[in-house]
């Protein structure tokens, strides 16, 4: 079955410290996959996009990592700000047959800075 | 260039009845994808709208549906609502087909059924 799963569910921390949120997938056949950053009672807003032969990518102070082996993600968060308080989505696009695409989408990790 | 927008931003409605939601897209862009998001389920995709024509669906029953207009701008209607269509529903484009593309998201519509 096509799952992501993500956690923590929720994390709290103290500004300036930095936190790492974990994806776990078993989507197949993978095509991409996504973080989107969610700010209550708004719409998502994509922070990185990554294939199967990236490892890495950065959007300011976001860093992703793919690791396609083990079928993890990493959104690593640096020197945390009171606005990076969000829900943090990942959501992965897999082949469906022939050109049809489909995104499975994680719960999310509830992040909240402290100051 | 003036971002995703969806109409109307909050809707009452109660059990039932039906409802129209509105989206359109950032300027060129020319897929349109809608999704559900509710507390309990996260979010979940509806179907997305390409060229006029649906090019993908979720899982989600007949009465959830769509369509696309020449101008790119998106309908999705929803037939004889249930107290679990409460939700909020998000709009999102992109330049090509959703899953090669980064999306842009509008700001949701609050749908609330009594």
């Known amino acids: 079955k096509n799952q992501v799963e993500q956690s923590p569910q929720s994390l709290i921390i103290l500004e300036g410290k930095n936190c790492t949120l974990q994806?776990?997938?078993?989507?197949?056949?993978?095509?991409?996959l996504r973080w989107y950053k969610q700010d209550t009672g708004r719409g998502p807003v994509s922070l990185t996009i990554m294939t199967f032969s990236e490892n890495t990518k950065s959007n300011g102070r976001y860093t992703a990592t793919l690791d396609a082996d083990t079928k993890q993600s990493s959104l690593h968060i640096t020197a945390s700000q009171l606005s990076d308080s969000a829900s943090y989505i990942c959501?992965?696009?897999?082949?469906?047959?022939?050109?049809?695409?489909?995104?499975?989408f994680g719960t999310g990790t509830l992040l909240a800075v402290q100051p | 260039k003036a971002g995703v927008t969806q109409t109307p931003r909050y809707l009452i409605k109660t059990r039932g009845q039906q409802v129209t939601l509105s989206c359109s897209p950032i300027s060129g862009h020319r897929s349109v994808s809608w999704y559900q998001q509710t507390p309990g389920q996260g979010l979940q995709f509806l179907f997305e709208?390409?060229?006029?024509?649906?090019?993908n669906k979720g899982n989600f029953p007949g009465r959830f549906s769509g369509r696309q207009f020449s101008n790119s701008r998106s309908e999705m209607n929803v037939s004889t609502l249930e107290l679990g269509d409460s939700a909020l529903y998000l709009c999102?484009?992109?330049?090509?087909?959703?899953?090669?593309?980064?999306?842009?998201f509008g700001p949701g519509t609050r749908l609330t059924v009594l």
């Open positions: 959501v992965v696009s897999y082949n469906y047959g022939g050109a049809t695409n489909k995104l499975i």
């Open positions: 999102a484009s992109s330049l090509g087909q959703l899953t090669y593309n980064e999306q842009f």
């Open positions: 709208y390409f060229s006029e024509t649906q090019r």
């Open positions: 994806c776990n997938y078993t989507v197949s056949p993978f095509s991409n």
